[in-house]
């Protein structure tokens, strides 16, 4: 049968184990060099993409009113400005995830 003493050695050395590995279990990290590049790439696709898209639109009322680049021009200002918008929205997503994870990492201390 198993001695009373060995089963306080037994406790002692799960208790041990166990601080030990909530010392080393991993931690949440922080945001890499690669997940900041893809946000990056992430906003200049958004930007290039409303100047894209308001390139063509405007380019396509002007050849079916034949009103030349009046069209173009404004519709390539209006797709700047929405792909403007559309870049802060992301950013704002972004600062919002970057403060709930720092919040989290508060709580947990």
């Given at each position: 049968m198993t001695d009373p003493d060995d089963?306080?050695?037994?406790k002692a050395l799960e208790a041990k184990?166990?601080?030990?590995?909530?010392?080393?279990?991993?931690?949440?990290?922080?945001?890499?060099?690669?997940?900041?590049?893809?946000?990056?790439?992430?906003m200049v696709i958004e930007?290039?993409?409303?100047l894209g898209i308001g390139f063509g639109i405007g380019y396509g009322l002007?050849?079916?009113?034949?009103?030349?680049?009046?069209l173009m021009i404004i519709f390539i200002f209006l797709g700047f400005a929405a792909g403007i918008q559309t870049m802060m929205r992301s950013a704002k997503?972004?600062?919002?995830?970057?403060?709930?994870?720092?919040?989290?990492?508060?709580?947990?201390h």
């Open positions: 089963t306080d050695r037994l184990i166990d601080a030990v590995k909530e010392v080393h279990s991993p931690k949440p990290r922080p945001q890499d060099a690669h997940s900041q590049a893809q946000l990056a790439w992430r930007l290039v993409a409303g002007d050849a079916l009113f034949g009103t030349s680049p009046f997503e972004v600062q919002r995830e970057q403060e709930a994870a720092q919040a989290a990492e508060d709580d947990a």
